[in-house]
């Protein structure tokens, strides 16, 4: 099973359920109405599109539903905003927890997040979050992770092909751009 977490529009889900279609596909996010369309899409027969490995659940990263507990052999979150932003840049211990809690044993965590000091100063200040480097994620965020029940086993800049073939909104808005893309994956433990 995969979970998308901040699923945004549900893009990455839809997508990848229509091409895995022997995984279930759960997308998660706080704000339901970018999810409206695709939601209607999903439950259409497969010859107009819809996919019945495809599922949205409206929950923020705070209040992720214990059904979901220990179910996911993959858990995303890409480029996330807000509160999910805070709790994959900082290391905050409950929410990463959350996290982990969704994740079977040995399940992949990744994550892959942009933020530009310059574009998102209001954001990252708002958030209070530091800006992204290979020191950073190496000597502040590893340990957190791994307190959290996660060992970082990939960290580094995503390649703007790498980033392209996530099939996410995001991911669509930014090619081209001269935004830096951070991408962490971690194993549960």
């Given at each position: 099973m995969v979970i998308d977490v901040g699923t945004g529009d549900g893009t990455f889900v839809y997508k990848s359920a229509r091409l895995n279609p022997q995984k279930l596909y759960i997308g998660v996010d706080a704000n339901a109405r970018p999810l409206e369309r695709i939601s209607e899409k999903i439950h259409r027969g497969s010859q107009k599109?819809?996919?019945?490995n495809a599922v949205f659940v409206k929950a923020a990263?705070?209040?992720?539903?214990?059904?979901?507990?220990g179910v996911a052999n993959q858990v995303h979150v890409h480029f996330p905003w807000g509160s999910l932003l805070s709790t994959v840049a900082k290391g905050e211990m409950a929410m990463l927890g959350n996290l982990r809690r969704i994740?079977?044993?040995s399940a992949t965590l990744e994550i892959v997040a942009s933020l530009d000091p310059e574009r998102d100063r209001a954001e990252m200040q708002r958030l209070g979050l530091e800006?992204?480097?290979?020191?950073?994620?190496?000597?502040?965020l590893m340990p957190r992770y791994k307190d959290a029940?996660?060992?970082?086993?990939?960290?580094g800049i995503l390649s703007s092909s790498?980033?392209?073939?996530?099939e996410t909104a995001w991911a669509?808005?930014?090619?081209?751009?001269?935004?830096t893309v951070w991408r962490i994956v971690a194993r549960a433990i």
């Open positions: 599109g819809g996919v019945p990263v705070e209040s992720l539903p214990d059904e979901l507990n994740c079977a044993v800006a992204l480097s290979l020191e950073y994620l190496d000597f502040v029940g996660f060992t970082v086993t990939k960290r790498d980033c392209m073939r996530l669509k808005r930014l090619s081209g751009s001269d935004r």
